[in-house]
């Protein structure tokens, strides 16, 4: 009787540690592919960032780096505004509340293409 109220106990320590393995290969995969994306986006000549509905940074490539003398480190989820300073802000606002204006609300991405404008 024992052995059979234990069953399901090992099936669910079973079923626990198929997850647990999987959730370690998913999270190995997105750590390769962002080291890849970092890799590609690092080396083009061109300043790449994503930006949230808040014009927060999320994502900054090495040419940020270069351009704005501005380390990921210290610019990562801070505001244009506060990375920037505000006339640097005030030159793109324009272009970021189009670029999320034309996005689907439920979106939280949107593209724009911004002039070079080195702060």
């Not at 994306?37 to 994502?59: G, S, W």
């Amino acid at each position: 009787m024992l052995l059979r109220l234990l069953q399901p106990l090992a099936r669910l320590r079973h079923h626990v540690h198929e997850i647990r393995r999987q959730r370690l290969g998913i999270e190995a995969q997105t750590r390769d592919s962002e080291r890849r994306l970092k890799l590609l986006t690092d080396h083009v000549p061109v300043v790449i960032v994503y930006i949230d509905r808040e014009h927060r940074y999320q994502f900054i490539n090495a040419t940020f780096e270069k351009w704005f003398g501005r380390s990921r480190k210290e610019s990562m989820m801070q505001s244009i505004r506060d990375v920037l300073g505000e006339e640097a802000y005030q030159l793109r606002e324009a272009y970021l509340q189009r670029a999320f204006q034309t996005s689907s609300r439920s979106s939280t991405t949107a593209w724009a293409t911004i002039p070079a404008m080195h702060s």
